[in-house]
């Protein structure tokens, strides 16, 4: 009995520009929240309405109350119900297909959640532009919670809107979706709408769409409504049939249960224990009528609004029917029904509910560790946890708990915790490992989930008790890996060796690939630390070779594997290693899995390197620019590399956007490193230092990262004209280079040499110095495929080579730099050198007639003061310098000008424009 919508053209507007937005290209979220009846689902089915118009694929998905019995409910049931070429795009992706009538659950091959979580991302793509509608989050499973933050995070720039409705009066303080809602409200990509009461003259206009009512009934409906919609539907319902109106919602819908015969009734109470939906054939064979009275009843029903028909089975009109004939059911009554259910059922976790409400707890028992081996086969580890938890906890009230589960308590309580670290709760996996005997496999998983909780001490602990309590040869090669892996950033990592050494022989022999592929990875990187770069190679090429049989470690492997070659500048190796590893990603619906955004990040710097400009912004803009989350704030930081070094328009909004997250050491480093490039190129060398200096405070000295951050902030000095501070920064330069974070040398690849002799050169630069030779070297450093870099450093070769009067090999070096700037569509780069080619007449057309003088700004500064003859101290009282640093500038504009006197400096400067 649903009327027209009356009174919520704000709210459904506001709906429009979300949807609006999606099929131009911006993804948006949507979560309507409100009371029971006040008219979500209403407002929900008129966007769905609106969708399918403007061309959308619709999914709707529903949520039951079955607490997290049942995972991923609403996506499968958004699934099942989805026009045809939906469902055929959904059985293409095996993660999602499971979820489809008559498909089995594939085995779990770890990374499972991660994997639906992608491939269901995938699928969006595919069938874009979509709605996606989640009815009654209030009732979600975990899993479900999870997925919609994944989703709200994940879409940007795809044809997606999602929607949500949930109640507002349902979530009590510690309700679960409390803290999901505060999460995505933050979010930039979500939109929040509320719905409150109508308004009386709304809710009449409402109550007259319904049919013919006269003005008495009408003013008693809205009175007793107060704003509700499905409160007014009921009450008209009732005035219709000429009952007298009852106290209450509850009563009120009781009161129209009643008039229903006694199969109709019995038939209704039935379908409450279901839940909001039942297919006919159950209903009927719960109901034990015969199937003539079974089907009059059922049409009673159907015929006075309680139910509806929905596929091949039945649906409350409303889930507070359902909930109020469920409550008024008496205990005994409830009992037997809920054990009729179980008797017929075959889904693990709907028998799991009806058992345990059916109060028959072997058939409980078994069934919830059956129900969290599906969870688990399907990637829902958090339903798996809850499934098994409760099968622990009805252990010790069954007989003989062994056989109906077919496993021991002890092998449940360690699914268990697994289950709880896979769904994010290291904490609750630790707690329960520490509760179990201290088996090897315990006690590995113990220390491997402690290095995730940092508590490095204990860590240890339990990785030297797996070795030692071994009893097989593969529990022995696992213990070894993992306890070399704790080792590996510890105070005793100079026994790394060692037992990387005994995991790797005691895996061959063992056979356990897995294990062999995580030692000789962590030997990879302990051996690249050292300087030992051949062997590195060779390990982190075996392990990705060949498959581990453990998607993590496979793509781990290929990970350390591209990042080698690339930190060693063997960028083609690099790039090819990195798309075999986003290749089985993807395959696996893993692209926004820890190494899936790992591989794509480490690709985008491949690309940047290699001068594959156009192909790092697609890869980029993968990542999105509206963030939440720390993580989310590196991947969109990267952006900034291309829009810097183009001068894009995006770079002021993205660095807005990312502000807000430079209390994170690596964003920080990456925004506010390329924010100073941005206002150097823009002119502002003090703002560029403030940026530098604010990077640089966070990192411990010795970090690899301080020798680019020292670089730019030289390179700030210098247009600053200043040497303050300049000793310190190459100091920090020379430090990571040789020392290092841990005293044992910095290891740098050849960027990072490169950038420790750009440091050299931009000090000596600082001081008025351009060394033709060093500059030269900065040249050869970067040109191991660095194209962007090369190119700016030969532009500093350029001028250093024009002071020193080799015109030709300026000219030359200059014409390089061009050719890559242009290619680059590198914008401030072309300008700086198009600047210069003028100074130096380099065949550039030029209209102020400026000398090839190549002087920094506050050269330019000293020169206009030396014109008007003010002395060495006069000008550094005018611009607050000390009087040796004005001598030094004077120094540097006399060589080059290529005159010996200060008289001769000022008429140059006046002859070719330089002081206007």
């Not at 469902?87 to 993660?95: I, Q, T, V, Y």
């Not at 319904?210 to 319902?237: C, H, K, M, T, W």
């Not at 129209?256 to 009734?265: D, I, N």
């Not at 990637?379 to 069954?398: I, N």
Request: with cysteine; hydrophobic share 45%.
């Amino acid at each position: 009995m649903n009327g027209l919508l009356v009174g919520r053209s704000v709210e459904l507007a506001g709906l429009s520009r979300v949807l609006q937005s999606a099929a131009g290209g911006v993804a948006g979220v949507a979560l309507v929240g409100g009371d029971a009846g006040i008219g979500k689902s209403r407002l929900a089915a008129e966007l769905v309405a609106e969708a399918r118009e403007r061309g959308f694929n619709v999914l709707v998905g529903q949520c039951a109350e079955l607490g997290d019995a049942l995972p991923y409910l609403p996506l499968a049931d958004a699934l099942r119900s989805a026009e045809q070429a939906v469902r055929e795009a959904a059985a293409a992706h095996p993660m999602l297909g499971q979820l489809l009538p008559g498909s089995e659950s594939a085995p779990a091959a770890g990374l499972t959640q991660q994997r639906l979580f992608g491939s269901l991302l995938g699928l969006l793509a595919d069938v874009q532009p979509v709605l996606f509608v989640i009815e009654d989050l209030h009732w979600a499973d975990r899993s479900t919670r999870d997925l919609l933050v994944f989703l709200s995070r994940m879409v940007q720039s795809e044809r997606v809107c999602v929607v949500g409705t949930y109640r507002t009066d349902d979530l009590h303080r510690r309700h679960p979706l409390r803290p999901v809602l505060a999460e995505l409200k933050r979010l930039p990509a979500v939109m929040s709408v509320e719905l409150g009461p109508l308004a009386p003259e709304a809710l009449a206009d409402y109550v007259v769409t319904l049919g013919d009512v006269d003005p008495q009934s009408l003013g008693l409906i809205v009175s007793r409504a107060e704003g509700n919609p499905f409160y007014a539907e009921e009450l008209f319902a009732a005035v219709a049939e000429g009952e007298i109106l009852p106290d209450g919602l509850a009563s009120l819908l009781m009161s129209r249960v009643e008039v229903l015969s006694e199969a109709g009734q019995a038939v209704l109470r039935a379908a409450a224990v279901a839940g909001r939906r039942v297919e006919d054939e159950l209903l009927r064979e719960v109901s034990g009528l015969p199937l003539a009275e079974f089907e009059e009843a059922v049409r009673e029903i159907v015929s006075r609004g309680l139910l509806r028909v929905d596929g091949r089975g039945y649906a409350f009109r409303h889930a507070l029917l359902q909930e109020a004939v469920y409550t008024d059911l008496l205990p005994g009554e409830r009992t037997r029904l809920h054990a009729a259910f179980a008797r017929l059922l075959t889904s693990p976790a709907e028998l799991a509910h009806h058992h345990l409400a059916g109060h028959d707890l072997a058939g409980a028992l078994a069934a919830s560790v059956e129900a969290g081996r599906a969870a688990e086969r399907i990637g829902a580890p958090a339903e798996a946890h809850r499934h098994y938890d409760r099968a622990l906890g009805l252990w010790e009230r069954v007989a003989d708990p062994e056989s109906l589960t077919g496993e021991s308590y002890e092998k449940l309580a360690f699914r268990s915790a697994v289950m709880a670290a896979d769904s994010g709760d290291n904490h609750r996996a630790v707690a329960q490992l520490r509760a179990l005997p201290q088996t090897s496999e315990v006690s590995e998983r113990l220390a491997y989930y402690l290095a995730e909780v940092d508590d490095s001490a204990e860590e240890l602990a339990a990785a030297e008790r797996a070795v030692d309590s071994a009893t097989t040869t593969c529990e022995l090669a696992r213990a070894l890996a993992t306890y070399a892996r704790c080792l590996l950033w510890s105070s005793r990592h100079h026994e790394v060796e060692a037992y990387c050494t005994r995991a790797l022989e005691t895996a061959r022999a063992a056979g356990a690939r897995d294990a062999e592929a995580s030692a000789m990875l962590t030997l990879a990187i302990f051996l690249e630390v050292r300087g030992d770069m051949a062997r590195a190679h060779e390990l982190v090429h075996a392990a990705a070779e060949e498959s581990s049989g453990d998607l993590a470690i496979d793509l781990r492997a290929r990970y350390q594997h591209a990042r080698i070659h690339y930190e060693q500048g063997y960028l083609s190796a690099a790039a090819e290693t990195a798309d075999d590893g986003i290749k089985l990603a993807a395959g696996n619906g893993l692209k926004w899995s820890t190494y899936g955004t790992d591989l794509r990040f480490l690709r985008f710097l491949i690309h940047y390197a290699a001068g594959e400009w156009d192909q790092a912004e697609t890869v980029a803009a993968g990542f999105g620019a509206r963030v939440g989350t720390p993580h989310e704030a590196l991947l969109s930081s990267v952006a900034l590399f291309v829009e810097v070094g183009r001068d894009l328009p995006a770079v002021g909004n993205r660095l807005d956007l990312l502000r807000p997250f430079w209390d994170d050491e690596l964003t920080e480093y990456m925004s506010r490193g390329m924010a100073a490039e941005h206002a150097l190129w823009h002119g502002d060398p003090a703002t560029a230092l403030e940026h530098v200096r604010a990077a640089m405070a966070r990192p411990a000295e010795g970090e690899a990262v301080l020798v680019r951050l020292a670089a730019v902030a030289l390179w700030a000095l210098a247009e600053l004209g200043t040497t303050e501070g300049a000793d310190e920064l190459l100091q920090h330069a020379r430090f990571a280079v040789t020392v290092g974070p841990t005293g044992d040398g910095g290891h740098v690849g050849p960027e990072g040499r490169a950038w420790a002799l750009r440091a050299e050169a931009e000090w000596h630069r600082v001081h008025g110095r351009l060394d033709v030779e060093l500059w030269r070297r900065v040249v050869e450093a970067f040109d191991f495929g660095f194209v962007y870099e090369t190119a700016r450093a030969r532009w500093r070769l350029a001028e250093a080579l024009f002071a020193a009067g080799d015109r030709a090999a300026a000219l030359a070096e200059w014409e390089l730099a061009r050719e890559a700037a242009a290619r680059l569509r590198a914008a401030p780069l072309e300008k700086a050198l198009l600047q210069f080619g003028r100074r130096a007449r380099f065949g550039v057309p030029t209209d102020d007639g400026a000398l090839p003088s190549g002087l920094t700004a506050r050269e330019n500064e000293v020169l206009k003061l030396v014109a008007e003859g003010l002395t060495n101290r006069e000008i550094a009282e005018r611009l607050f310098i000390a009087q040796k640093t004005v001598s030094v500038h004077v120094s540097n504009i006399l060589g080059k000008l290529r005159v010996s006197t200060r008289t001769q400096a000022a008429a140059t400067a006046r002859r070719h424009g330089l002081l206007s």
